[in-house]
């Protein structure tokens, strides 16, 4: 599904970007009982199969539900992968979106415990969740990101083509969006979600989760083994 920032007559032009799924081996984060949230209240059992079995692209090939536990540390690379430094703006902005989006994704059950800046990584640490820079991604991604897996990483586009008009390389509704992948959800249905993977207009580049991202998001996480 795509993910990118479209052309509004009086917004001006913004280029795109597509949002990608990484391979996800499998993972030791925590499974969910589906069965046992079905009475609680606000609960949409179509919507659960989508944000967290990806239900709407594949509906027929549901996925085991994967969500990341806390605590949860950020890794956050300050140079692209041919060794670009990555501009303090977007270091700034980018570290300030996960955190304030972690603990919304968690249910409001946690938050990240530690964000550490630096060249190397931490993929495939327990307990860490890297996130690093593309310099020239194929086609017009803007990024991908593992789901669920415990050790594993965001990527994001670092040629300044995913900025949406801001001051940052990347815009903030892009890192949610691969955050939320990250902790264990999948593309969504509709437009006024961070989760959607369509064409989003340009207003929606520093979207926050819908209610019902959030409510499902409390859902999966009080009904964790």
């Known amino acids: 599904m795509k993910l990118f920032p479209v052309s509004l007559p009086l917004l001006g032009v913004l280029s795109l970007g597509a949002c990608t799924v990484a ?4 993972s030791p984060s925590a499974a969910v009982k589906a069965e046992t ?15 967290l079995q990806n239900g ?3 509906p027929d090939h549901l996925e085991t539900i994967k969500i990341l536990q806390a605590p949860l540390r950020i890794y956050l690379k300050t ?8 501009d303090a703006a977007t270091l700034d902005s980018t570290e300030r979106v996960l955190i304030d989006s972690a603990r ?19 993929e495939k640490v327990s307990g860490w969740l890297t996130v690093k820079w593309a310099s020239a991604p194929s086609g017009d ?8 897996v415990d050790g594993g990483y ?33 593309h969504t249905d509709s437009p006024s979600d961070v989760m959607y993977g369509n064409t989003i207009s340009s207003e929606a ?9 959030r409510r499902h998001a409390q859902i999966a996480h009080s009904t964790r083994e």
């Open 141 to 148: 991604r803007c990024g991908r990101s593992t789901i669920g």
């Open 79 to 86: 140079l692209d992968d041919t060794g670009r430094a990555v």
């Open 205 to 213: 580049c520093d979207l926050l989760p819908s209610d019902r991202e």
């Open 56 to 58: 709407f692209e594949a």
């Open 23 to 26: 391979p996800t081996p499998t």
């Open 104 to 122: 919304i994704w968690s249910g409001g059950t946690f938050g990240l415990t530690e964000v550490a800046r630096g060249t190397a990584t931490r």
């Open 37 to 51: 949230v079905i009475v609680a209240e606000g609960f949409d059992p179509n919507f659960y199969r989508a944000f």
């Open 154 to 186: 965001i990527e994001l586009n670092a040629s300044g083509a995913c900025s949406c008009g801001t001051a940052s390389i990347i815009y903030p509704r892009l890192v949610r969006h691969e955050l939320g992948h990250a902790m264990g959800y999948y």
